[in-house]
C-alpha cells in the first residue's frame, strides 16, 4: 500500500475517533444536575412562570439552551422546561429508564447481583468503565448497571 494510501487512512480513523470523543464531550458539557435540594422547573425563564414540576437535587437534566440565569432542559422522558442556572452543578447522576435494573458487583452480566432498582430511580454516578457504569442508591448500596439502561451523564 503506497505511503499516501496509508497516511491517508490513519488521517481518516483519527478524524473519526476525534469527533466522537468530541461528541461524547459535548453530551457531557450539555448535562446538569440538581444542586439545590429542590428546584422548581418551570415553563419559561422567569420566577413568575409556571411551576411544572419539582426536582431534587442529583436529578440529571440536558441542557437545550442557555439564556441569562435560566436554562432550558430536557429530562430522561424528553420533557422540557425551565431551571435557574444558579441551583443546577456538575456532580453526574443516572436516572433508571427500564422497569427493573439489575446492579451488579461488577461491570459485567456475569457479576452477581445485588440489588434490584426500578423506573424513574435516581443513581448517583461514581465511575464509568466502558458500557457500564458504577452508581450509588440513595440507601448507600453501589455496584455497577448497563448505560444502555440509563440515563443522564
Known amino acids: 500500500m503506497p505511503v499516501n494510501t496509508v497516511a491517508r487512512s490513519l488521517f481518516r ?11 461524547i464531550s459535548a453530551h457531557a458539557q450539555n448535562m446538569v444536575s440538581i444542586s439545590g435540594s429542590t428546584v422548581n422547573m418551570r415553563d419559561g425563564p422567569s420566577l413568575q412562570s409556571t411551576v ?12 437545550t439552551e442557555r439564556r441569562g440565569n435560566w436554562l432550558e432542559v430536557k429530562d430522561f422522558e424528553g420533557d422540557t422546561g ?11 447522576h443516572h436516572i433508571v429508564t427500564s ?13 452477581e447481583v445485588v440489588v434490584q432498582a426500578q423506573y424513574g430511580e435516581l443513581l448517583k454516578t461514581l465511575e464509568k468503565r466502558g458500557d457500564w457504569v458504577r452508581v450509588e ?3 448507600g448500596e453501589s455496584g455497577w448497571v448497563s448505560e444502555r439502561l440509563v440515563w443522564g451523564w
Open 137 to 139: 442508591r440513595e440507601t
Open 52 to 63: 411544572l414540576w419539582e426536582l431534587r437535587r442529583g436529578f440529571p437534566l440536558q441542557v
Open 99 to 111: 422497569k427493573i435494573l439489575n446492579v451488579r458487583s461488577g461491570p459485567g452480566l456475569n457479576n
Open 13 to 23: 480513523g483519527l478524524f473519526a475517533l476525534s469527533l466522537g470523543v468530541a461528541a
Open 82 to 92: 425551565w431551571v435557574a442556572r444558579s441551583l443546577t452543578g456538575d456532580e453526574p
